[in-house]
């Protein structure tokens, strides 16, 4: 199980990163269900951890625009298991989306300093 907190009506999960070099930073990130990728970092971020480049993507967003961004892998720490998954190097704050969600439930209680949950559905 996962946990997280309400935020200023955002639902908020800090995510371990794995980096290269073999040490970690934690970094929260907004739950997003409305961004069906992995994860997005802003692109000075990105830069910052030196993460993988792997591809420039089109990426449609919330107003059905398209932007072309660059995807990185990033290695993360997920309900205590290493994955490696795509990040788009995109925006300014960092959103974790519902391809990261898939076979897991998400509960929040939406309230100021409320429980966000996330666990394997069995």
């Given at each position: 199980?996962?946990?997280?907190?309400?935020?200023?009506?955002?639902?908020?999960?800090?995510?371990?990163?794995?980096?290269?070099?073999?040490?970690?930073?934690?970094?929260?990130?907004?739950?997003?269900?409305?961004?069906?990728?992995?994860?997005?970092?802003?692109?000075?971020?990105?830069a910052k951890l030196s993460l993988p480049y792997i591809a420039k993507i089109q990426a449609n967003l919330a107003d059905n625009s398209k932007t072309t961004t660059n995807a990185h892998a990033i290695k993360i720490v997920w309900n205590g298991a290493?994955?490696?998954?795509?990040?788009?190097?995109?925006?300014?704050?960092?959103?974790?989306?519902?391809?990261?969600?898939?076979?897991?439930?998400?509960?929040?209680?939406?309230?100021?300093?409320?429980?966000?949950?996330?666990?394997?559905?069995?």
């Amino acid at each position: 199980m996962i946990h997280g907190t309400v935020v200023g009506l955002q639902a908020r999960m800090s995510v371990l990163v794995r980096l290269e070099d073999k040490s970690h930073v934690e970094i929260e990130f907004v739950i997003d269900t409305g961004f069906e990728g992995f994860l997005t970092l802003p692109p000075d971020l990105v830069a910052k951890l030196s993460l993988p480049y792997i591809a420039k993507i089109q990426a449609n967003l919330a107003d059905n625009s398209k932007t072309t961004t660059n995807a990185h892998a990033i290695k993360i720490v997920w309900n205590g298991a290493e994955r490696e998954v795509i990040v788009l190097a995109m925006g300014r704050r960092p959103l974790l989306g519902t391809a990261l969600l898939v076979d897991y439930h998400l509960s929040i209680d939406f309230y100021e300093g409320g429980t966000v949950l996330v666990d394997e559905i069995l």
